[in-house]
Structure formats: C-alpha cells, structure tokens
C-alpha cells in the first residue's frame, strides 16, 4: 500500500512542469555599468512624483520581507531594481531628482540584497550590495553608504568571512561619521559588535561588549525629534537587546542571553509578524543542542543556539523587517 502511494507521488511530480530557474541579477539589469547614463535619452521626464511612487514601493518590499521568505520575494526585488535603473538611465531629469533615484536605487538595493542573502544567494547579495553602494556614494549619502557597508559586512561574518566582516564593519561606521543619525551609529556598532564576536577569538569578546555599550549610548542620544532615514525605522532598545544576547550566546554566556530574549519576548505580539512564529520553538531546540552537546561549566551549562534566519543564517540584524521578535527570529540587529 505504502508503495503504491509512494510510485504514484512520483509519476504525479513526473508530469508537473519543471519550475523555472531563479532569476540571477544578470537577467534584469543591462551589461556594464548599470547606472551609467545613456549617452542619448529618448525616455519620459522625471520628476518628484515619479521618485514618490519609486519610494513607495521601495517601502512596500521593505514591509513584505517582514512577513516573506527572501525566496518568495527574489523575483519582485530584481524586477524593482530593473524598474528603477531603467526609470534612472532612460528618463531626462534634473540633478536633484538624478539624486533623490540614486538614494531609491540604494536603499531598494539594500531591501535586494538582504533578501537574496536570505534565500541562500550570498554571491548576488553581495553584487546587489555593492550596486547599492555605487549609487548611495553618487549620492553622497554616507549614513546610507554605511548602511549598505554594514548589512555586506554582517553577511560576510555569517557566511566564514569573519575577517572581511570585521573590516568592513568599521569601515561602515567610519563612513557614517560621529554626525550620523543616532539610531543609525547604534545600528553600525551593533554589527562591529557581531563582527567581533563571529571573530572567533576570545580577545574579540571585550571588542564586542565596547560595542555594544556604544550602541547603546548612541541610541540614547535620540528623541522625538531627531531626524532619521525611513529605514531605520526598526531601530530601538529591543533590537540592542537581541543582538547583545546574540553575542553573549556566541560567548558561551547563554544565561545572560536568555534573559534578555525573555525580556524583550515578553514585549511584542507574537501574531504580529508570520516569519516570528517559530521564534520560541526554536529558542528551546537551540538550548537542548547546546546541553546535549557543546553545554559546560559556568553559564555554559544551560546552552543556547543562536536563532538563524532561513538561508543564511543568522540578517539578521537587526537587518531590509520590523519587529523585534522578528530580528530574534532572523537572528541579529537587520540592516535595512
């Protein structure tokens, strides 16, 4: 009987159409330079309206990959890159809407490459991130540069890179500069914190809790009033507390971790985001592992498993969705 079901799944998959291939970021921008102007524009006039509509679907994928895996949302990522590289060379437009594109092109560049590194994809993340750099640093927008900097740098720390991580964690933060916005500067050390943790040495570990207190400082400093980009609309308290148990679990501190993922658990609607689910459930196998396995002596005892997020991972960050369950769930502070 069983066999019989087992022969007949099987010549049912045998007649479904092969899916296709997921789409590579070669299939939706053109050769060379993606954001080098046609030397002869034929296109529409662009003006401040266009950049509205492009901002708003910028937002609109930065909230889907809240609830969305990265494999769900690959196709319509690339095709709003294709859309606005296309909108950017083929239009006439003035140099402030020029650059008002290029920071859209950026940050929806950022949301890409976050979700391509969520689907498994690193190799086109990275490529993703570094167009996203070229035209943040066109724009000469350096929080947005730093930005883009950090969210490579945290995958090149979860993917064995530790090193190149490193590197280019502070490099981010050193791009940023002290002026930046305070959720933003938080953010930044919050991934020199990771980086140094993923380090794997254990004098990184004094590095990374340096970080965290600045972060923490850092975030202090803003109020009501402070002006941040959109995007980091994600950023507070919470998120600092996910990562600072990140690292500490990487420690071997998983007591200290626990009780901050409690805290900041006990705060949040676990309905509020479908990806943040599986968040507790997860926690507890995480723990179980680690007293099976790797668990001893000190805080050691009660292990913990850092919670990884589909593909990679570990975005998290509080890396482009909102929630702090959700970052608990990606597994570090996003990097939207």
């Not at 950022?110 to 391509?116: H, L, T, V």
């Not at 950090?150 to 933060?173: E, H, I, K, P, V």
């Amino acid at each position: 009987m069983g066999n019989g079901v087992e022969v007949n799944v099987r010549r049912e998959r045998e007649r479904l159409p092969a899916e296709p291939p997921p789409p590579t970021l070669a299939d939706y921008l053109p050769e060379g330079d993606p954001l080098a102007p046609l030397r002869s524009r034929a296109g529409r006039r662009v003006g401040m309206g266009q950049v509205a509509d492009l901002r708003q679907r910028v937002h609109g994928l930065r909230l889907a990959d809240d609830v969305l895996a990265g494999g769900d949302l690959i196709r319509p990522a690339l095709r709003e890159l294709r859309s606005a590289v296309r909108l950017y060379r083929e239009g006439t437009h003035t140099g402030a809407v020029g650059r008002e594109l290029l920071l859209q092109f950026g940050e929806l560049a950022k949301i890409a490459g976050w979700i391509a590194s969520d689907a498994g994809r690193h190799a086109e993340a990275e490529r993703v991130y570094q167009l996203g750099l070229s035209a943040a640093r066109q724009a000469e927008d350096h929080t947005l540069v730093g930005n883009l900097a950090g969210s490579l740098a945290y995958q090149l720390c979860n993917t064995g890179r530790a090193d190149d991580g490193l590197a280019l964690a502070r490099a981010a933060l050193h791009e940023a500069g002290p002026d930046a916005p305070p959720k933003a500067r938080a953010l930044f050390l919050d991934r020199v914190a990771w980086a140094h943790t993923t380090a794997g040495v254990r004098a990184h570990a004094q590095h990374a809790m340096r970080a965290l207190g600045e972060a923490a400082e850092a975030l202090a400093g803003d109020s009501e009033g402070t002006a941040s980009p959109a995007w980091l609309y994600w950023v507070d308290a919470g998120e600092l507390q996910i990562m600072e148990a990140r690292v500490h679990t990487e420690l071997r501190r998983p007591l200290r971790a626990v009780a901050l993922l409690r805290d900041v658990l006990g705060r949040y609607e676990r309905d509020a985001h479908a990806r943040t689910r599986p968040v507790p459930v997860v926690a507890r196998r995480g723990l179980r592992r680690r007293q099976r396995g790797r668990g001893s002596g000190g805080d050691r005892r009660a292990g913990h498993e850092p919670v990884r997020r589909r593909g990679q991972r570990a975005d998290g960050a509080a890396g482009p969705g909102a929630g702090a369950a959700g970052r608990v769930r990606r597994g570090a502070s996003r990097t939207r």
